[in-house]
């Protein structure tokens, strides 16, 4: 056991904690919200913002509480911040310079402070609350203004004139926002009683809806997971396992009937870009994230045992230096521009992460388990099938799972 105490447990320092858990979801889906109309146009950058008013709260949350660490937090913890570092000292045999200089420093100083967050955010009942109460209001908001912008023709994706990557990479994030919050929305109709569910089962199939608005086979995916799984983790971690199947077999049959529902409408599946992704016709014989796949395996066996750099992938794959063009799977990406101490490293941070989450599953609140399973089964979903090692929400997603293993409790008032 760890222990970080303050001297003394004051009401200022828990009144500037409090917005640590809001604060760490604008910053997680910072970049959804720049897709809302009205937000995309702010005078200043709202990532930046977040970012530069949670590392203080955070401060304070860590110093307003005791917080104790169990032992399995040890290797996955330690596996991540050499995995980084090692990111890091591969640079120096990167064969490339543009997307080396835009990836260094996500790993170097934004990876850091992110799954730190994460590990504050998640240990602490109260700040954990707070992030998924902002997290719900954020798909609201995402799901919401995009659907508006949508009909009304005052919305692009990325920005007017964005180029089809930023384009693609926004809606991603539009996508995983209101995901994330369906499997909250979800959650709360198992936690809720009697008549209370029906706002919260309506609430799940809206935010359902509109995540097939922006696009994304993924965040159409990632929303079902959530929907599914994370109530089924509560009836699961209570015992009533017969309400978890049947919640699961539910879930699935309402989707099924949806997705039929709209596809038989002449008009019901009009302007829906995830289904026209999902069932229209392939561009292309190969899917793109096949070949990526296929380039990243083939060149993790030919830079063997070290990769090619941190970076290097897309230049050496024939890419050019497009940071766009990376694996689009966290292993593959690891083995192909870290070798094979990057890989066990990241098997053994974010594998060890999965298996430390699971186990401790059983030993806290269903509830939190539940809700921290709601918000990264999306992110752990896009790490395996799009982003890259440099992305903030995928090292945030690692605190939150090792922060099962993170407990906290107000600082008493003499200090020690």
Known sequence: MVAAT????RPDAALLAAGSGGLAALLQFAGALK?????????????????????????????ARRWRLGR?????????????LWLVLAGSWSVSEEVLQEKLPALALLAPPMLLAGLLVGGDAATLRRFCATTLLVGLVVGGGI???????QVVLGGNGASAELVRVQYQLAGLAIACATGLAALRV????????????????LLAAAVLVPGGRLALLAAGAGAA????????LRGRWLVALGWVAGMLAAGLLGLG???????GAAGLRTLERVFGAPTTNTPARVVLWSEALRWGGEAAPLGLGTGGFPQA?????????????????????GGLPALALWLAAFGGGAVLALRQARHVAPGRAARIAAVTLPVALSVMVSTDLGNRMAWFALGLLLSLAVESEAAPAGGA
């Not at 198992?190 to 199939?205: K, N, V």
């Not at 799984?229 to 699961?236: I, K």
């Not at 990376?326 to 521009?337: R, T």
């Open 6 to 9: 303050a001297g003394a447990s």
């Open 35 to 63: 897709s809302v109309p009205g937000l995309a146009g702010l005078p200043f950058d709202l990532t930046a913002m977040a970012f530069a008013l949670l590392l203080p709260s955070l401060v304070v949350l860590l110093l």
């Open 72 to 84: 399995g937090l040890a290797l996955p913890l330690a596996a991540s911040l050499a995995l980084l």
């Open 147 to 153: 659907a508006w912008g949508v009909a009304t023709g």
């Open 190 to 205: 198992a936690e809720a009683h009697g008549w209370w569910r029906l706002p919260w089962l309506a609430l799940t199939g």
């Open 229 to 236: 799984g994370a109530p089924a983790l509560f009836w699961l």
């Open 261 to 267: 529902l709209l596809l038989a409408s002449p008009r």
């Open 317 to 337: 794959a024939g890419f050019g230096e497009r940071r766009g063009m990376y694996p689009h799977n966290h292993a593959l990406e690891a083995l192909a521009e």
